[in-house]
Structures are given as C-alpha cells and as structure tokens.
C-alpha cells in the first residue's frame, strides 16, 4: 500500500479539508493510504533567517517540522493544500514551507509527487496553485496535478483526471517529463551548489546530480535538454569568473 502526506493549512476543517477527505477517499480505491496532517494541530515556529539549516545542516529551532519533514521525505506522494488567503497560501503554510530552506539547497524529496490543491471565493486560484507547483520544484519533488475550487464550483466532485498524474508519477516517476523550467531551475541549483561548496556540493556530488540533467532518470526533450546544458555551462562560468 502507498502512503500520501496530505497538509492542511487552514485553521477550520471547511472547504479544503473537504475536498482533502474528498481525495483520502477517491485514492484508497486505488490502495492508497492518505493521512491528513494539520498544520494547526502542531507547533512550527517563524524562520528566524539565521541561515543554519543551509550552512550548517540542521534548523536551531525546536518545533514539529523536523519531524514533518521527515514524514513528508518517506512519504510515496504528498498533497500540499491551502485556503486562498489574500490571493496567496496562508501564512501558517508560507511558514513552514520557509523552514524547509535547506530543501532548496539539497533536496531531498527527488522523484516524489505532489499535488496541489486550493480553494478560494473567486481570486487568487491560479497564483496560488502555481506557487504550490513552484514549492514541488524547488524541493526537487514532481508536480503532479492540480485540483482547485471557486464558490461556484466547491460542490464538483473530484474527477479522475485530477488525480490521474499523481497516481501515475507513484508508480511510474521515470514517465515524468521536466519542462523548460524545471531544467533550468535544475541547472540553477546545481550550478549553485558548486559555488557555494561545502555541505551543498557534498551532497550533489553523492546524489551524482552534478554528472545529471535531471535529479531522476526520466524523460527529457533533446531541445531543452540542450538549452538547459548551455544555460548551465554559462552560469557556471560566469560564477567561476565572479
Ligand atoms: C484571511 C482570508 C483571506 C481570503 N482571501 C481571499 C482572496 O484573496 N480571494 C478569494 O476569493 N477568497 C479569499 N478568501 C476566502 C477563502 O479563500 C475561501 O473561503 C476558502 O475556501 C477557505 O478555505 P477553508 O474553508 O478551507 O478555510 C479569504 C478568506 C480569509 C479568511
């Protein structure tokens, strides 16, 4: 049996969390086990910026997000939710989403699915959604579908076609295929890990990542594949220089 991480990031069990029990359901048919974790239910405290968690390997706070990361990292797929505050994921979600930093540097959640999903009056869905998406990238993970509801539609079941991609990328993460961006987002974080040396370049050094186009073996256009390689090569060169 799978086992999904879904985060819930809203102080009521309303709107998103109906739509999470909604999704805890629709997946179990397919022997998937979600478990809701609610950000309310534990302590995580604001960055302080001291930058530890990316020098020198772990965060001076004590709180529960260690242990949510570490749940998120043996998880086979995560879902990342939130109520559309201020046409942005709510502040409870943007502060522990901060203290997984290090994440950015050395990720650690390589070849995992994330869906996202948010639900809002009206505004904000697309921002925030894609936002969700770009938090996926960062940690190295693979976005994997979105799900979003407006007033008007909250009362839509979920379709199998917005949780095809994400039980597909379970069983099958080499048939993802990185976009443009993501190559060079990739390209980026390499090239930022061997300027900034120490625990970074160790780290993407022991994953291979640094000989990698990509953190997975997966499926790659030539085109890009090759725009990302020189992109990379000039930004190295370019930080060398500096
Ligand atoms: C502080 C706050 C900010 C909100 N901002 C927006 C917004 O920018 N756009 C919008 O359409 N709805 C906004 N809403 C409405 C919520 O996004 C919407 O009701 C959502 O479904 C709530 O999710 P929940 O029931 O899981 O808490 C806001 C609600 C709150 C409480």
Redesign the pocket.
């Known amino acids: 049996m799978k086992k999904v991480i879904a985060i819930h990031a809203?102080?009521?069990?309303?709107?998103?969390?109906k739509m999470l029990t909604q999704i805890r359901e629709r997946l179990s048919d397919f022997d998937i086990e979600v478990e809701i974790i609610s950000l309310y239910d534990h302590e995580y405290k604001d960055c302080l910026g001291c930058e530890a968690c990316i020098l020198r390997g772990a965060c001076v706070l004590i709180d529960d997000t260690e242990s949510l990361m570490q749940r998120l990292s043996e998880a086979d797929g995560i879902i990342l939710s939130s109520?559309?505050?201020?046409?942005?994921i709510s502040g409870r979600l943007k502060t522990c989403i901060d203290r997984t930093c290090k994440w950015y540097h050395r990720p650690a959640l390589a070849g995992k699915p994330v869906l996202v999903l948010a639900?809002?009056?009206?505004?904000?869905l697309r921002q925030t959604l894609k936002y969700l998406q770009s938090v996926a990238v960062q940690w190295g993970a693979i976005p994997a579908g979105t799900v979003g509801?407006?007033?008007r539609d909250?009362g839509n079941p979920i379709a199998d076609k917005e949780l095809s991609r994400f039980i597909r990328m379970m069983d099958r993460p080499s048939s993802f295929q990185p976009t443009c961006g993501q190559l060079l987002d990739f390209e980026t974080q390499k090239s930022l890990a061997s300027y900034l040396g120490g625990l970074d370049e160790e780290y993407w050094s022991q994953k291979g990542w640094n000989r990698q186009p990509y953190y997975i073996p997966c499926r790659i256009n030539p085109i890009n594949r090759f725009v990302a390689f020189l992109f990379g090569t000039f930004l190295r060169s370019v930080m060398k220089g500096g």
């Open positions: 809203s102080k009521r069990k309303a709107n998103t969390w109520p559309v505050y201020m046409r942005q639900t809002t009056k009206g505004s904000g509801r407006t007033i909250i």
